[in-house]
């Protein structure tokens, strides 16, 4: 089946040290997505890859980068982990140019940092 | 700007009975709208979306949503709750025109007592 996959499932790393999760899809979406997800709060959109633009959400903090090497992969980079970033982190994906497509999410990695 | 407001962050119900969750959007132009639902340490799922096809929406499990734009509201049923519905459901907002840009609600956790 189609899907969206992230690993690892669940990520422990330690205050400041950075700390990388990957997302791969088999959808052949052009868009990507990262979004992160606090205890009982929305998804918050981190930034997102039409193509290989990327675009990044005005309140990301620059903590936060991200790399789209191939039209399947991207990474969500945490070059320096702090204790507000522990979260669920998830990857999402689209369809260009259909309005109405749904996103296609993955089942998320929960960084804990200590 | 599009948002959408989820009324009551926890819904309890008894198995099998009816399943209401609300949602009210705001939009400066005809959205398209969705519901996503997520099981504990699970990535979002669609349940269904609202395509300006039609008003009464039927999704996955039994879900359905009621587009009211007298309203602006876009509330969820299901007329009989399984102890399986449990989980949180988010109500989404997309703006039309090019791929999905999404807002989402803060989300209802819905309990099921047996």
Redesign the interface.
């Known amino acids: 089946d189609a899907m969206v996959i992230q690993n690892p499932r669940y990520q422990v790393t330690q205050f400041g040290k950075p700390v990388t999760l990957s997302c791969s899809q088999t959808l052949n979406h052009n868009v990507m997505y990262w979004y992160q997800q606090k205890s009982s709060q929305a998804p918050k959109l981190l930034f997102h890859y039409y193509d290989k633009d990327f675009n990044n959400e005005a309140d990301t903090p620059d903590n936060f980068q991200s790399r789209r090497p191939n039209t399947s992969f991207c990474f969500l980079d945490i070059r320096s982990p702090g204790l507000g970033d522990a979260a669920m982190y998830l990857c999402a994906t689209s369809r260009q140019g259909s309005d109405n497509s749904p996103l296609h999410f993955g089942n998320g990695t929960r960084l804990t940092v200590t | 700007a599009q948002s959408v407001t989820q009324l009551g962050?926890h819904v309890s119900v008894s198995e099998g009975a009816l399943v209401l969750l609300r949602c009210n959007y705001s939009s400066s132009v005809p959205p398209?709208l969705?519901w996503?639902v997520q099981y504990p340490?699970?990535?979002?799922?669609?349940l269904l979306?609202y395509?300006s096809a039609a008003t009464l929406v039927k999704g996955i499990n039994g879900f359905e949503a009621e587009f009211k734009k007298s309203e602006t509201s876009f509330h969820l049923t299901k007329p009989s709750a399984h102890m399986s519905d449990a989980a949180e459901y988010?109500c989404a907002v997309?703006r039309?025109?090019?791929?999905?840009?999404?807002t989402?609600?803060?989300?209802t956790?819905l309990q099921v007592i047996p």
């Open positions: 962050s398209y969705f996503y340490n699970q990535g979002l799922q669609l979306k395509t988010f997309s039309p025109g090019g791929y999905q840009k999404v989402f609600g803060t989300g956790k």
